[in-house]
C-alpha cells in the first residue's frame, strides 16, 4: 500500500525535498481506480560527464499557481480523471528525480497528450530556473542551463490555432 | 519608501547581488537606469519578463511599483 | 529498493500473474541510471459498468516473439537507453494491470513517442484476444472486446512513408 | 497423421471447440471445408490470420500442413 496519497482529480506540488517515483505512482495509481490508463514521466538529474550537482531555483509567489495553471490547462483540454505534477526545487544530486508528471485516463492517447502537454510546459513555460556544477575541482565551477530551441519548439506544438 | 527587485536565476550573476532594494516609486526607465548595463540589456529581451507584486506584468514597461512591492526580474525559463 | 530486477536494455515479458507497477517502475529506473527521462504507461482493467472479470488469452508460439519484435522495432527507430514491455494473460478482475511499457532516453520526446508506438502496437498487433464477463447472474455472460476503429488509426499514424 | 488446428479468442466460440485435430496434409481448400460454416465465413477475412509451425503465413491461401504441424487460426487481436 502507498505510505502516501495523492489528491484527486488534480496534485501539483513544488517539492524542497527528495521523493519516491514509485512510491508518488502507486499513491496515484490508488487515488484513480477508475482510470483505465495512466501515462507518467520522470525526469532525472543525469549523471553524464563531470555534473555533481543541479541547482534549481524558482520565484515562489510564481511557481505553484504557474504549475496549478498548466495542469488546469491540461484538465480542461483533455477528458482526464486526474493529474500529477511535482517538480523539485533546491540541490540535487546526479540520479535524483526532478519532475513526476502523471495523467489517469480513460482513454490512453488523452493520458498520452496531457502528460506530453505538461511537460513541455515544465520545460519552458513554469518558474524555475536551472544550474549545473561541473568541473573537477573541489567546488567546481556553476553554469545556468539555458532552454534549448527544441523545448521552445515542443511547446509551440500545442498552440491552437 | 522602497521597493525589493529581485534578480532571478542568471540574472543574479550579472547583477552581483539576487535582490536590491531601490527608491518608490520604481517605473521602467527608472528600473533600467539603477540596474547594472548587463542587466538592463537582458531586460530589453522580450523573454525576461517582470512579475510586481506577485503577477507577471504583460507588458513590462508598464511597470509601476509602489513602496514595499517586491518586483522579480525572470530570465527565460528551464524547468523539467 | 527494487525487489525485482529488470534486464537492460530490453525487458519484455508474458505475465501469467499480477505484477505491481511500483515496484516495476522503480526497477526499470534502477536499470537505467543514466537516463534523463523515463515514460511510462500501465493499463488497468477498469471498474465500470457491470465488469466482473476480464479473461486474456494469447497463441504463445507468437506472443513473446511478436512483443520482442515491436520492442526492437521501438529501440531501432528511437535513440532509446532502455524499453519494459510486459503483458498480463489470465483471468484479471477489476482494479488489476493489464499492460505495462516504459521508456528510458536522453530526450524526452523519445521516451514518450516509443512507449506510445508500443502500446498502439500491443493493442492491435499483438497476438492477445480479451472479453469481459458482464451481467448481474452468478457467472454473467463472456463477451470478446473486438479492437476500435481508433486502435487501427492509432497505429496506422507510426507507418513510414 | 494429423494436423492439430487451434482456434484463438471468438473462433472458438464459433467454432464450438478450441482445437481439432484433422488429416494431414492440410491445405487452404481442406481447411475452410472442415472448419463450421462461421469459421470459413471468418478465415475468408482479410483480419484473420493463419500460423503453421510458429509463423504467420503471409499469404494464408498458401497453407501447407504436415503431420505433426500445429495451425492456428488467429482472429483480430485486442490487447493492451
Known amino acids: 500500500m502507498a505510505r502516501i496519497a495523492v489528491n484527486a482529480p488534480v496534485d501539483v506540488r513544488v517539492l524542497e525535498n527528495g521523493f519516491s517515483v514509485g512510491e508518488a505512482l502507486a499513491a496515484f495509481n490508488a487515488a484513480h481506480p477508475d482510470s483505465g490508463g495512466i501515462t507518467s514521466f520522470v525526469g532525472t538529474v543525469r549523471p553524464d560527464g563531470e555534473v555533481k550537482a543541479l541547482e534549481l531555483t524558482h520565484y515562489e509567489p510564481l511557481t505553484l499557481p504557474g504549475m496549478e495553471e498548466i495542469a488546469a490547462q491540461a484538465m480542461e483540454r483533455w477528458s482526464l480523471d486526474g493529474m500529477l505534477a511535482w517538480h523539485r526545487v533546491g540541490m540535487l544530486t546526479p540520479g535524483q528525480s526532478i519532475v513526476l508528471v502523471a495523467a489517469a485516463a480513460r482513454h490512453r492517447r488523452a493520458a498520452f497528450e496531457a502528460t506530453d502537454f505538461v511537460m513541455d510546459h515544465l520545460k519552458s513555460a513554469a518558474w524555475f530556473w536551472k544550474r549545473e556544477q561541473r568541473g573537477t575541482g573541489a567546488d567546481g565551477a556553476w553554469h545556468w542551463i539555458s532552454p534549448r530551441d527544441a523545448d521552445y519548439s515542443d511547446r509551440a506544438r500545442w498552440e491552437k490555432e | ?80
Do not use: H, Y
Request: charged share 20%; net charge negative; aromatic share 4%.
Open chain 2, 1 to 80: 519608501m522602497s521597493v525589493k527587485v529581485l534578480f532571478l536565476g542568471p540574472l543574479a550573476d550579472l547583477e552581483g547581488a539576487s535582490e536590491r532594494e531601490f527608491d518608490a516609486p520604481l517605473d521602467w526607465p527608472g528600473l533600467l537606469s539603477q540596474v547594472s548595463d548587463n542587466v538592463a540589456g537582458q531586460l530589453l529581451e522580450a523573454r525576461v519578463n517582470i512579475a510586481c507584486g506577485g503577477k507577471v506584468l504583460p507588458e513590462k514597461t508598464t511597470l509601476q511599483a509602489r513602496d514595499g512591492d517586491e518586483v522579480a526580474l525572470l530570465p527565460p525559463v528551464s524547468g523539467g
